[in-house]
């Protein structure tokens, strides 16, 4: 079973910063991409940012240009960098990974780190 360990979430002001870090292990498949998703109380899951084996980065409109996704690849940590923060960036952040299993492609999701913005 794939085990992920995310850190990084907490309290921010509006205007402040946060990193989210993720580490993925026991993977038996390869990764393709990997990337953050979060979840407000009473919404649904939505896609934050992603970045491919390729370097090719996607962000929500939401996001743009105050978030930055990265990765370590040889170390299979994917991070987000969360500057300029607002109080509807509030939200459980999920770790995302998307495998490719040779045939086909698989995801999976972290347990979730808690980011919450408020004055």
């Known amino acids: 079973q794939v085990q992920f360990v995310e850190s990084g979430g907490g309290l921010a002001h509006p205007g402040g910063s946060l990193r989210l870090s993720c580490t993925v292990s026991?993977?038996?498949?390869?990764?393709?991409?990997m990337g953050w998703y979060r979840q407000a109380p009473g919404s649904q899951r939505e896609f934050v940012a992603k970045?491919?084996?390729?370097?090719?980065?996607n962000y929500a409109d939401s996001v743009k240009g105050r978030f930055t996704v990265s990765r370590d690849y040889a170390k299979k940590m994917v991070f987000l960098q969360m500057n300029s923060l607002k109080p509807n960036d509030t939200a459980t952040y999920y770790c995302?990974?998307?495998?490719?299993?040779?045939?086909?492609?698989?995801?999976?999701w972290g347990q979730g780190t808690q980011v919450t913005v408020h004055s």
């Open positions: 995302y990974v998307l495998f490719w299993t040779g045939s086909s492609e698989v995801d999976d």
């Open positions: 970045q491919s084996n390729a370097g090719t980065t």
């Open positions: 026991r993977n038996r498949f390869n990764i393709r991409s």
